[in-house]
């Protein structure tokens, strides 16, 4: 069964510091990684896919499949990162068009 | 720009009331899904559509109905609403992937239920 893990609950770093959002897959083939985001009173939005290997408002993400990760990483964080983040993971092999997400990752940027 | 359009932001209804959730999207997108979203739970999927008149059960479709007889409208039907249905409901459209896109899932704003 597919299924997104997001340990943490809640992170809170201070501007500038280094940020990592932790996201971790149970699925035995090839997925589809992605990160989502959603800002204060603002819809859930796309902020980047394993398979663009793009870097987007300064965040990046790895796909690591010998240890199922794809932690979000910021090398220094902004007061407007702050948001809920979503992983979310699709199997191509099966055909499917299903997103299934992880529990979600409060992220606050204190000053 | 990619609308998805859901037809009430707040809604207040009574337990046993029969509850519709529309949702319009204007992209031609074949895809559409219907989420729930809950703090601590995240996002969980009530049904899914790929095509007009075509559905397919999500994680969580108890208590749930479904309706697509226009490639557009998306609607989410609570046939007896209960209190354990008080959620924030999510509206999502997509072309397939690998065809026409990535399967990027473009967003409504979502419409809270609270049922009394």
């Known amino acids: 069964a597919q299924r997104v893990t997001q340990p943490e609950k809640l992170l809170s770093v201070f501007k500038g510091a280094p940020v990592e959002l932790k996201c971790n897959y149970s699925?035995?083939?090839?997925?589809?990684l992605f990160w989502y985001v959603q800002y204060s009173r603002q819809r859930l939005q796309l902020l980047l896919r394993h398979i663009s290997r793009e870097s987007i408002k300064g965040f990046t993400a790895d796909l690591n499949k010998g240890e199922t990760s794809f932690h979000l990483k910021k090398p220094f964080a902004q007061e407007e990162d702050s948001a809920m983040y979503y992983c979310?993971?699709?199997?191509?092999?099966?055909?499917?068009?299903?997103?299934?997400f992880g529990k979600g990752t409060k992220l606050t940027v204190n000053p | 720009d990619v609308k998805v359009t859901q037809s009430s932001r707040y809604l207040v209804k009574r337990t046993g009331e029969k509850v519709f959730l529309e949702c319009v999207q204007d992209?031609?997108?074949?895809?559409m899904f219907w989420y729930r979203q809950d703090p601590g739970l995240g996002l969980r999927l009530i049904y899914f559509s790929y095509d007009v008149k075509m559905k397919e059960k999500g994680d969580i479709p108890e208590g749930y109905s479904v309706s697509r007889e226009k490639k557009e409208r998306f609607s989410l039907i609570l046939e007896s609403a209960s209190t354990n249905q008080t959620s924030m409901y999510l509206c999502?459209?997509?072309?397939?992937?690998?065809?026409?896109?990535?399967?990027?899932?473009?967003f409504g704003e979502g419409s809270r239920l609270t049922v009394l």
């Open positions: 979310a993971l699709r199997s191509p092999q099966g055909g499917s068009e299903k997103l299934v």
């Open positions: 999502a459209s997509s072309f397939p992937a690998g065809d026409l896109g990535t399967g990027e899932l473009f």
């Open positions: 992209m031609d997108h074949e895809n």
């Open positions: 699925y035995s083939g090839s997925p589809e």
